[in-house]
């Protein structure tokens, strides 16, 4: 049963460990297909070098399992949420990559300080509070999703303009239009939670990118008229 996604979300969550967004299993990678209404995620604490396309674990948007012989990713409620809240999104990863997740442990949203971050988010990537103690004991990865998904509502967030976020002393969730695409984004969020850490080193009074440049880069490759790479 969905062969090809299964292949396509193992190659994403084989990308973690090859860009360095990983140690051991702190990770996750799914990916959704809408008319099926079936996602595929990876096993729950299974070691990547371990890990082959048939482990992969599908599941329903009840978040049953419908084919698997290992539990799913402890995160699975979170992605779930995800997915019911955000129909443009086609793939979701979770990381506790360490740049990112110092951003997160703080409490901090990462700035926007220059053009690298802009040309993939449209301002600062928010950093979310962390649960409180109902939240946490009641339905922990549930809760983590309703908490995404209901800030970026109340503070009205295109969720594909801001493909990705920080949960406060947790770590990092993105997604984008399938599970590679979901990764590209964990990958750019790691490099300019790094940029930023090292922006505020040099110049402890730095100022975020003016509007109107942050605005140029954005739309120069999302917007309606957007001219960044090469036409299909």
């Known amino acids: 049963m969905l062969e090809e996604l299964k292949k396509q979300v193992y190659e994403a969550n084989m990308l973690l460990p ?18 099926k209404e079936l996602f595929v995620i990876k096993p729950s604490g299974v070691e990547y070098e371990l890990l082959k396309p048939e482990d992969m674990v599908v ?3 009840d978040g049953k399992v419908v084919e698997g012989d290992y539990r799913p990713s402890s995160d699975t409620a979170t992605h779930l949420e995800i997915y ?9 990863v979770h990381t506790h990559s360490s740049y990112a997740t110092s951003w997160a442990q703080s409490g ?8 690298t971050h802009a040309d993939y988010f449209y ?24 908490l995404i998904v209901n800030e970026f509502g109340a503070r009205n967030i295109d969720p594909m303009a801001m493909p990705a976020v920080l949960c406060k002393n947790h770590g990092v969730f993105t997604w984008g239009k399938d599970a590679v695409d979901a990764v590209h984004a964990s990958v750019v969020v790691e490099e300019v939670a790094k940029m930023a850490f090292r922006t505020e080193l040099i110049n402890k ?9 942050q605005d140029k ?6 917007g309606a008229n957007a001219y960044y790479g090469q036409s299909k």
Do not use: M
């Open 18 to 35: 090859a860009y360095k967004l990983i140690t051991f299993t702190w990770g996750n990678v799914s990916g959704i297909d809408r008319e």
């Open 59 to 61: 599941l329903d948007l």
């Open 84 to 92: 019911k809240a955000f129909p443009e999104v086609g793939g979701v």
């Open 108 to 115: 901090r949203s990462i700035p926007c300080y220059g053009t």
């Open 123 to 146: 301002g600062d990537i928010p950093c979310l509070r962390c649960l409180n103690a109902d939240e946490i004991e009641e339905a922990y990865e549930e809760n983590t999703g309703h």
């Open 205 to 213: 009074d730095v100022k975020p990118a003016p509007q109107e440049l």
């Open 217 to 222: 880069h954005y739309y120069r490759k999302h």
